[in-house]
Structures are given as C-alpha cells and as structure tokens.
Nanobody, 115 residues
C-alpha cells in the first residue's frame, strides 16, 4: 500500500513562495489522479489541486493562478509550487489520491503565512 510523506512547509511572509513535495513509498503510476489537500484545525479538509497522469490539472478557485501542481512518476513524487501566498493559505497540507475517499493520510506539512 502506497504511503505519502509531505515536506517543504514552513513559515513564510505574505507574497512569498514555497514548494511542497510529496514522496510516495511506491509507484504512483497506477494512481491516475493525485491531489493536494489542506485542512485548518476544526474545519473540513479541502482539495485544492489535482494532477492527472497526462499532466492536466485543476485547481480550487481560491488558489488558481498562484499554485501549480505537478508530478514526476519516475521519482514517485508530487509537487505543489505555491506563489503569492496569503494568510488564508495557512493550513496543514496533505497529498493523496485526488479522487474517491482516501483511507490513510500522512502527517502533512504545516504552511503558515504571516507577517
């Protein structure tokens, strides 16, 4: 069973950038849609971006034009480039399959956008 380890989060000022990485324990070739999610304590986890095997992407309206999701099947890694960060982007970010209801989640990586 594939497990995911997220990294790259941290504290950044508004307008700054971060690149998150999601390292899979096995091949992600069989997972056609990979996604990045984020969750604020006490709120529902939301899907913010997905990338398909062929490279096509979709984004939540809140991050369009600022975030870019990509995948490298050779490295079994999914990335999320985050630019022009806003305080409302503050959350724990997770990666997982971008469809269905994932059963297992990693620890996620904390992103904090603050002055």
């Amino acid at each position: 069973q594939v497990q995911f380890v997220e990294s790259g989060g941290g504290l950044v000022h508004p307008g700054g950038s971060l690149r998150l990485s999601c390292a899979a324990s096995g091949s992600i070739v069989g997972i056609y849609v990979m996604g990045w999610y984020r969750q604020v304590l006490g709120k529902e986890r939301e899907l913010v971006a997905v990338v398909r095997g062929g490279g096509s992407t979709n984004y939540a309206d809140s991050v369009k034009g600022r975030f870019t999701i990509s995948r490298d099947n050779t490295k079994n890694t999914v990335y999320l480039q985050m630019n022009s960060l806003k305080p409302e982007d503050t959350a724990v970010y997770y990666c997982n399959a971008g469809t269905g209801v994932p059963r297992y989640w990693g620890q996620g990586t904390q992103v904090t956008v603050s002055s």
